[in-house]
């Protein structure tokens, strides 16, 4: 774990204590709804990261059935499974991509002395997000 470098002054406020998740509030306004740990900076970006991943597979999962509709009963034999396995892909992926992304953001922050705004994690999931939907299709043609 990064520890705090010495020329950090007053680094965390005393008195600090972690804010509750989901707590999307801004530093200027409250100083202690900021994080200020690479601990807090993980858990917040897993956490986004987990709960946008899982959204967004669902809504594949829900596509994915939904064009099963009208198919004759053997196509349905397998497609329970569609949704419990959608839902372990895309925990595994959260879980690296979550905790490379937090721990990397906490460190960052975390060395050059600066809060870090509960939305960092927040925008850094949907970042996560895009980057594996964009990732997603193929590229087609060429020069």
């Not at 520890?3 to 008195?15: A, K, Q, V, W």
């Amino acid at each position: 774990m990064a520890t705090i470098p010495s020329d950090c002054h007053n680094f965390p406020p005393e008195n600090y204590h972690s804010p509750q998740f989901p707590s999307l509030c801004w530093p200027p306004q409250d100083p202690y709804c900021a994080l200020y740990t690479v601990g807090d900076s993980w858990r917040y970006t897993l956490l986004w990261t987990l709960i946008l991943y899982a959204v967004f597979h669902f809504g594949a999962t829900g596509i994915a059935l939904f064009m099963q509709i009208g198919k004759p009963r053997s196509a349905w034999k397998y497609m329970l499974a569609i949704p419990i396995v959608y839902a372990l892909v895309s925990g595994v992926e959260a879980l690296f991509t979550g905790s490379i992304v937090g721990l990397i953001l906490g460190a960052v922050y975390i060395s050059g002395c600066y809060q870090m705004p509960t939305w960092i994690p927040f925008i850094w999931g949907w970042i996560n997000v895009l980057i594996l939907i964009v990732s997603s299709f193929t590229i087609q043609g060429g020069l």
